[in-house]
């Protein structure tokens, strides 16, 4: 179904991106979708939020980020590093 008649987009076009991890910001810069007369804009977020588009990135970043704790922490007795860190 197009989506985005100004543009051409479908709501295919979307999802896939969405589904890559790509923001409504993004899809609308990559695609061109709701930046001519606006009246596809709510049905395009629509299909966005049903992709979870940009939430892939997002936990990706999550699952990859490095907890790093303060010297203070570290040297203290309340922190126990287990027997494979000390290797
Ligand atoms: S229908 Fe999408 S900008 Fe007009």
Known sequence: MIVCVCRRV???DIARHAR???????IQFELGVATQCGQC???AREVVAQCGGGHAV???RQE???VQLAPSIRESKAWAPSPSAAA
Not at 20 to 26: K, L, R, W
Request: net charge negative; charged share 25%.
């Open 10 to 12: 479908s709501d295919r």
């Open 20 to 26: 890559a991890g790509m923001s409504f910001d993004d």
């Open 41 to 43: 804009e709510c049905t």
């Open 58 to 60: 997002a936990a990706l």
């Open 64 to 66: 990859t980020a490095v």
